[in-house]
């Protein structure tokens, strides 16, 4: 079992930016890889980023050179710091956990409650 708890959503004008906090209750070594998605209204929810317990990382490549994950093993967190936001990053944003691959796909075991980030024109 697996609890993420995100922080640090908010409002900002485009161009701005913000950093997002995914606080994980085991070590994220541990954890096979962790993800950022979200999910605009009307939308479906969209794998934004990813880092693997090696340290591959992926980006959605809207984000791509705006968007950079990271982590912290010491507090088993991870962070998506944003930058240069535009009012499309607009949504929930979502940490998950433990990625596993079934039926021709992935899928991820735990997943945080979501915070908001607004951006405005």
């Known amino acids: 079992q697996i609890q993420l708890v995100e922080s640090g959503g908010g409002s900002v004008q485009a161009g701005g930016s913000l950093t997002l906090s995914c606080a994980a209750s085991?070590?994220?070594?541990?954890?096979?890889?962790m993800g950022w998605y979200r999910q605009a209204p009307g939308k479906e929810r969209e794998l934004v980023s990813t880092i693997s317990a090696g340290g591959g990382i992926t980006y959605v490549d809207s984000v791509r050179g705006r968007f950079t994950i990271s982590r912290d093993s010491d507090k088993n967190t991870i962070y998506l710091q944003m930058s240069d936001l535009e009012p499309d990053d607009t949504g929930v944003y979502y940490c998950a956990a433990e990625r596993q691959y079934n039926g021709g796909s992935y899928h991820w075991g735990y997943w945080g409650q979501g915070t908001q980030v607004t951006v405005s024109s």
């Open positions: 085991r070590s994220v070594l541990s954890i096979n890889a």
